[in-house]
């Protein structure tokens, strides 16, 4: 399995942009589907983004989709999300996570996950 290292979270107003960054350790990182999910508080964890082998395909919630953007960089063994126009029911921890394969619109088979990083948008 990858392991996974969370960072960029913290507290904006609304309106406000903020990117996540997750970390892989390995030399197989290239060969993960990469998410990002979140939960808040009193809620099920969702699903926010995913983002294929190679970065050419690409799933967005409807509650995030022309706001927040995912990336990789192979190269960097890192998978990013740029978030932009933060609203408050934004605010939950982000996790990233990784698959082998399966579709880019379930959380199913997502068996590596980080720890996690608090982001907090103000109203």
């Known amino acids: 399995q990858v392991q996974l290292v969370e960072s960029g979270g913290g507290l904006v107003q609304a309106g406000a942009s903020l990117r996540l960054s997750c970390a892989a350790s390995g030399r197989t990182f290239s060969s993960y589907i990469m998410g990002w999910f979140r939960q808040a508080p009193g809620k099920e964890r969702e699903l926010v983004a995913t983002i294929s082998w190679r970065g050419s395909n690409t799933y967005y919630a409807t509650s995030v989709e022309g706001r927040f953007t995912i990336s990789r960089d192979n190269a960097k063994n890192t998978v990013y999300l740029q978030m932009n126009s933060l609203k408050p029911e934004d605010t939950a921890v982000y996790y990233c996570?990784?698959?082998?394969?399966?579709?880019?619109?379930?959380?199913?088979?997502?068996?590596?996950w980080g720890q996690g990083t608090q982001v907090t948008v103000s109203s």
């Open positions: 996570a990784a698959k082998r394969d399966g579709p880019l619109r379930t959380m199913v088979d997502f068996g590596s």
